[in-house]
């Protein structure tokens, strides 16, 4: 949005805001803490961890299948392909200024923000007790 074009708002809407604000906090005070917690960084990210994941599970499908039943192992390149135009996507949304939030998420891990991988990596450490000293 170009600069020239932004208008503030008057009482009367910063007041009609307000209200509305309190009503779905009051109303639904999950989906308030969701929606301030969620960032186009954090949902791209978890849509790429998901994509590697079916990267994964497509290569393991291609390797596993290519000599025996061509077909599924087609599905499993198509698969691939789709987890790399999703990863691609996501990466060219979160742009350098997500990468470094990214990448600084990682090693903060789950810390008090949670990481990129949310309590993923605090359960794994709780479950298997290793202590990260």
Same mark, same amino acid.
């Given at each position: 949005?170009?600069?020239?074009?932004?208008?503030?708002?008057?009482?009367?809407?910063?007041?009609?805001?307000?209200?509305?604000?309190?009503?779905?906090?009051?109303?639904?005070?999950?989906?308030?803490?969701?929606?301030?917690?969620?960032?186009?960084?954090?949902?791209?990210?978890?849509?790429?961890?998901?994509?590697?994941?079916? +990267?994964?599970?497509? %290569?393991?499908? *291609?390797?596993?299948?290519?000599?025996?039943?061509?077909?599924? $192992?087609? @599905? =499993? +390149?198509?698969?691939? %392909?789709?987890? *790399?135009?999703?990863?691609?996507?996501?990466?060219?949304?979160? $742009?350098? @200024? =997500?990468?470094?939030?990214?990448?600084?998420? *990682?090693?903060?891990?789950?810390?008090?923000?949670?990481?990129?991988?949310?309590?993923?990596?605090?359960?794994?450490?709780?479950?298997?007790?290793?202590?990260?000293?």
């Amino acid at each position: 949005m170009r600069e020239d074009w932004v208008m503030p708002l008057s009482e009367e809407e910063l007041r009609i805001l307000q209200e509305i604000e309190a009503n779905l906090t009051e109303t639904d005070p999950a989906l308030v803490q969701q929606v301030s917690e969620t960032t186009l960084y954090r949902h791209a990210a978890r849509s790429i961890k998901w994509a590697i994941v079916a +990267f994964v599970l497509g %290569l393991v499908l *291609l390797v596993l299948t290519f000599t025996k039943v061509l077909l599924l $192992g087609f @599905a =499993g +390149f198509l698969v691939m %392909l789709g987890a *790399l135009l999703v990863i691609e996507r996501n990466a060219r949304k979160m $742009g350098r @200024a =997500g990468m470094e939030n990214l990448t600084s998420s *990682l090693r903060r891990g789950s810390g008090e923000g949670g990481g990129v991988f949310g309590t993923t990596s605090r359960w794994w450490r709780e479950r298997f007790h290793r202590d990260e000293s």
